[in-house]
């Protein structure tokens, strides 16, 4: 990781946002952000509404307060990595099943590895706050280490980067 | 608003690409664009393809001289930013409600006011030509105080701006 | 092209991931590819994931130690520009014919019109190492000109340009 750390204007600094939890897009993003980390650029990954269910735990905590559409929300959007649908050739969920073997096949980490490398990388995860609010999700439900902010939070880091991608 | 106008490298000038018309992208796009905009950056949204659908008059007047397929279009695409597809779970139109009523219920803008707060803040407001053409939309078609103008015009602008993205 | 040949931080270097095969996300990708190359611009186009779908021959070679699974994915993805599904409004594949005819209408070329433009004005088409690995693509069943290259490759060329975008 960058010695820099935050103090502005890093050439090398780059933001991804992710949008979509599509598991293709996801693995676009996450090699990127790995690239860049192995490169020892300093990667910030804000995860943004469909995007936030790559951050949900498998086994999330109880939480109370949640309204009807927040709940149902939650039942139906992916819980974390192992279940993401492709963007194309979905068919049903068969489609992932089948990529995660040609990855597997060919060497390629999983996205669950993928997030394990990011993490020892130090790449940062941020959840976008207003995302959380509009589907109800908390902070506990999300894995561990995980940062909440907003959009401000977002391009002050983006005006401190030379590559920003929303994903 | 920016007092630096459009003369070049104002450091803090953002472009968004509105490809899609999808209101979970849109609603993305008018995010960042209008938190930038708060905070004195200059922006300039570029509404392209189905992005163009945000802009369309809910009553638009009647034109001559479109082709059959381009009245099909017309009668196919969303008119304006209430009647957005959601890209995942749109349910028929169902999804965009309940997504509507969760924003609502968070405090959320609904893209409706997002469009008027990023006009307020006078971030510019320019639709691609070419679509235009193509989809057979005309300017009259369109809410007002929009620009017309073409991928040329987008770069040069992009080339002024520390962030660009396509949504 | 530009005579700045790929030496570091040329001011109008432009470099553009095309990671959908959807004729509507291509055909932007390759407007702006254009319109930039057009003003003099160095451009770089990386196809990954679905877009490497753009860069197929029509009729491949035959290409041995296939797995089951990448047979399968070359079966079903498009084969080159021609075949494209649209993003929206697909109906089974009418939806782009539909396209092409307004685009033709209106003089817009058509996608393999643009490979040829850019190509002429010496755009560098990249296709992603790691997904030709996953989908079990080789490089001879690619339109001829085509370089093969990874993420890093494309980090690096992104931090030498001021535009970078993801379609």
Chains 1, 2, 3 share one sequence.
Not at 74 to 91: A, E
Not at 135 to 155: F, P, T, V
Request: with cysteine; net charge negative; proline share 4%.
């Amino acid at each position: 990781m960058s010695d820099n750390g935050t103090n502005g204007n890093h050439k090398g600094k780059k933001t991804f946002i992710v949008f979509s939890d599509e598991m293709d897009k996801v693995l676009a993003g996450f090699v990127l952000a790995n690239a860049a980390a192995a490169m020892d650029d300093e990667v910030t990954m804000f995860f943004t509404f469909w995007g936030l269910n790559v951050l949900r735990k498998k086994h999330p905590p109880h939480v109370n307060g949640k309204t009807g559409l927040q709940r149902m929300f939650g039942v139906m959007m992916p819980h974390g990595p192992s279940h993401l649908p492709l963007s194309h050739m979905n068919f049903a969920g068969v489609g992932p099943k089948l990529m995660s073997k040609a990855m597997q096949h060919q060497h390629v980490a999983s996205i669950d590895e993928m997030i394990e490398t990011a993490r020892e990388q130090g790449v940062k995860f941020v959840a976008c706050t207003m995302s959380m609010d509009v589907m109800g999700i908390k902070e506990e439900e999300l894995i561990d280490g995980i940062e909440c902010a907003g959009a401000a939070s977002y391009l002050a880091e983006a005006d401190e980067a030379n590559l920003n991608l929303f994903v």
